[in-house]
């Protein structure tokens, strides 16, 4: 299966760097999917949720509030201003990662009407790791 080759970089330094499967960005138009060999294009992401599916067929979820993507045949990089990785090893890691991605949601929620979307799938994704 082709893998490409994803980066996720804030003005704090890198969320994500690996390999993907496929990744589901929250674009300006609305979600969109992205696979190795994808024809290259640049637009700009809403706060939302990247949804990055691995090699293993597992999913992490990263919270982000705007950016912007650029997609090329065997790389995406992903420049945002604010993101929180829902993930963790423990039930403490979990816990603050949750806590982190509400203060970053709080920190939107006047600027976008798709909010309530991101808090509905942030706790979907809280029961799922729990």
């Not at 990055?52 to 990263?62: A, L």
């Not at 949601?105 to 809280?126: F, G, Q, Y």
Request: one cysteine or more; proline letters at 2%.
């Amino acid at each position: 299966m082709d893998k490409l080759k994803l980066e996720i970089l804030t003005p704090n330094g890198v969320i994500y760097d690996d390999e993907a499967i496929s990744v589901t960005l929250p674009g300006e138009e609305g979600e969109f999917g992205v696979l190795a060999q994808h024809s290259c294009l640049t637009t700009l992401l809403e706060a939302g949720v990247i949804d990055i599916e691995k090699e293993d067929k597992s999913v992490e979820s990263i919270l982000i509030n705007w950016g912007v993507v650029q997609v090329d045949e065997e790389k995406v990089i992903v420049l945002v201003e604010g993101a929180v990785a829902i993930r963790g090893e423990t039930e403490s890691a979990v816990s603050k990662a949750l806590e982190d991605a509400k203060e970053l949601i709080e920190s939107i929620k006047d600027n976008n009407p798709a909010i309530a979307t991101v808090t509905a799938r942030l706790e979907s994704a809280a029961q799922n790791l729990l």
